[in-house]
């Protein structure tokens, strides 16, 4: 039994006596103790609250009764329970106080590491989203937790019925759970499930909950009792990622291309996973080896598993994917295949596995073939009219010299001895001689273009222009033309060729002018990665509906005796401008003028 401290007061309220357990509890002499000196051993935080307690036992002549520290002088506290009776006379009359003191400390202690264990576990339940809940054997909810109330939206006041609580589990889990519970309160069978719940704000919830029979303390009825934890979060991204693997599993197994993952094994492959698609080509694998199955096991060359395992190899080494194309011998038909293998990161110590994705190119290698076989036999046909061409018109001209210096010598030698019908017939065949000169010239220039290719090279088109008014002098002045130029640039081209497009398209310009004098501008401005040239007139112009005819080889709007002309001058500067990877049009309307636009890449095709 501990030590009991005694003490007296009188009526007023002050103390007249202690004993000596209470000297030794408050931690001061008796002296000291007398009247209100006992209020200054006091501790600070509790001496307000005391006084005022005693002065109203004193003032209504009432029992005390308090807890409260006694602060010794050496620093030590004490907790003391201190409870004094009313004496009283025969009349009623107040005679004064008699109390004890005994020490509490060791409770409050008690209670302080209680208080404290239950706000660690709170917070713990709270940081946790776990909660704990109590129900009796009639599965009445007798206990729930904050982080419960908490996890099912619900106020801290009571948990809900059976009944109630039932009711916010969705219906599809409702009666898994019912029977869970029914099992735990019958036969004790402790249960550990997962259900779902609507909150009352609507929001659904999963929830993983254990429950099991507590027999704790001893000798207090068996108890339901259990956690509960919210793992909404937890449920929501494996959903997310069941989805994203179903996804992923349809495209893989309903891609067209092969693809699959393998490891490397020596000197071999062993194809770890691998789609419908891959077993199309090399046969499905054995069912019973779960689709593990090796390279060499797949009815392809030995040549053909080293080239498989050298690009695993040379991918592995190079941490990044390879490309390969080759023509798979497999026991069908020969076939082109396109693959692109990608190293898979692995732990350290395993096998070094990759991604693989292959694609029957065999179509489209058979269309690239053939059309390469194609440009090619387009290729050498055109050299070969070209050539032709060429030949021809130079061959041409060797007797077309003699027919021309026959019939002049004929109409010198025979001047005045020849009767009217013979001068003329030689007249004719001396303009027809001259006019096929110039034909086969125009020819022979038109099939230069590309029969005698020049390397490209740096080319001031300013320059150019000036060589081609230098060439067309006589006509510019003949014709009273007045040529004008604005900023040219340099382009990649073939000089030569560039001055003849000028002088072709300035000469019919001079030629095609009508009444007025030539007025002729040659400009040139940046249009992406061309330039736009043109060369404007103030001639006939050319009716809409001739604007694509006249670039042809031969075509021509007028008599030889309204304007002269083969009718390949066009042709020609179209060939030069496609040759340089640029193209030419006409702006014009009869009457008006014309432009002749054409474009020059600033890269030249094929110049550096
Ligand atoms: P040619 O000048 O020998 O007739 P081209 O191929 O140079 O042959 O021109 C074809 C035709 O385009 C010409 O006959 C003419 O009708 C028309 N043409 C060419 N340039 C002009 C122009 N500047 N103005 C009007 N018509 C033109």
């Known amino acids: 039994m501990a030590p009991v401290g005694l003490f007296e007061a009188d009526a007023t309220g002050s103390l007249v006596f202690v004993n000596r357990t209470w000297t030794w509890l408050a931690g001061i002499p008796p002296e000291a103790a007398m009247g209100q000196g006992w209020t200054a051993a006091l501790d600070p935080r509790d001496r307000r609250r005391v006084r005022d307690e005693w002065d109203v036992a004193i003032a209504t002549g009432r029992a005390f009764h308090s807890e409260f520290r006694f ?79 908490r996890i099912w939206g619900r106020p801290q006041e009571h948990p809900p019925s059976f009944e109630e609580f039932l009711d916010a589990v969705v219906p599809e889990d409702r009666t898994e759970l019912a029977a869970a519970y029914e099992r735990l309160r019958a036969d004790g069978e402790p249960f550990d499930l997962e259900y779902r719940i609507r909150c009352p704000d609507g929001e659904l919830r999963h929830l993983h909950c254990v429950g099991t029979l507590a027999r704790e303390p001893a000798g207090s009825p068996p108890r339901l009792a259990g956690t509960i934890q919210d793992i909404t979060e937890r449920r929501e991204v494996e959903e997310a990622l069941r989805e994203r693997d179903a996804e992923l599993r349809s495209f893989y197994q309903g891609s067209p291309l092969m693809m699959g993952i393998v490891e490397l094994v020596g000197d071999d492959v062993l194809h770890v996973s691998e789609n419908p698609a891959t077993a199309g080509l090399f046969g499905a694998p054995n069912a019973t080896d779960g689709g593990h199955r090796l390279v060499s096991e797949m009815g392809i060359s030995p040549a053909q598993k080293a080239l498989w395992v050298r690009r695993y190899q040379e991918a592995g080494s190079a941490g990044r994917p390879v490309r390969f194309e080759y023509r798979h011998q497999g026991p069908e038909t020969p076939r082109w295949l396109s693959a692109t293998i990608c190293p898979i990161e692995t732990p350290p110590g395993r096998r070094p596995r990759f991604a693989y994705v292959v694609e029957d190119a065999t179509e489209r290698k058979g269309a690239e073939e053939l059309l390469a076989e194609q440009a090619d036999e387009l290729a050498r046909s055109n050299r070969e009219l070209e050539q032709f061409a060429y030949v021809a018109s130079h061959d041409l001209q060797e007797p077309l010299r003699t027919v021309a210096s026959y019939a002049e010598l004929l109409s010198e030698r025979y001047q005045g001895r020849l009767d009217a019908d013979a001068e003329d017939f030689l007249g004719f065949i001396v303009d027809g001689a001259i006019r096929m000169r110039s034909l086969i010239t125009d020819l022979l220039s038109y099939a230069k273009v590309s029969s005698r290719r020049e390397p490209p090279a740096a080319v001031d088109t300013a320059e150019v222009l000036e060589a081609a008014l230098v060439a067309l002098q006589a006509a510019i002045s003949a014709g009273g033309a ?54 404007a007139d103030n001639g006939i112009g050319i009716a809409p509906q001739h604007t694509e005819r006249i670039f042809q080889i031969f075509q021509r709007l007028h008599t030889r005796a309204e304007y002269p002309g083969t009718g390949v001058g066009l042709a020609l500067c179209r060939r030069i401008v496609e040759e340089h990877g640029g193209r030419i049009w006409v702006e014009s309307a009869a009457g008006r003028g014309s432009i002749f636009r054409f474009t020059l890449p600033v890269q030249a095709r094929g110049g550096r």
């Open 482 to 535: 007045e040529v004008t130029a604005g900023p040219l640039p340099r382009v990649q081209g073939i000089g030569r060729q560039l001055q003849q497009l000028f002088q072709n398209l300035i000469g019919n310009a001079i030629k095609f002018a009508g009444p007025n004098p030539p007025r002729i501008t040659v400009s040139a401005e940046p249009a992406g990665s061309a330039w736009v040239f043109s060369v």
């Open 71 to 149: 602060r010794h002088p050496d620093g030590q506290v004490r907790w003391l329970e201190a409870a004094a009776e009313v004496r009283r006379a025969e009349d009623g009359r107040v005679l004064g106080w008699v109390g004890s003191l005994t020490d509490v400390s060791e409770r409050r202690l008690q209670e302080e590491q209680l208080r404290t264990s239950r706000d660690r576990l709170l917070e713990a339940q709270r940081i946790g989203g776990m909660g704990n809940w109590e129900a009796d054997l009639e599965l009445r909810p007798t206990f729930w937790s904050p982080q419960v109330y």
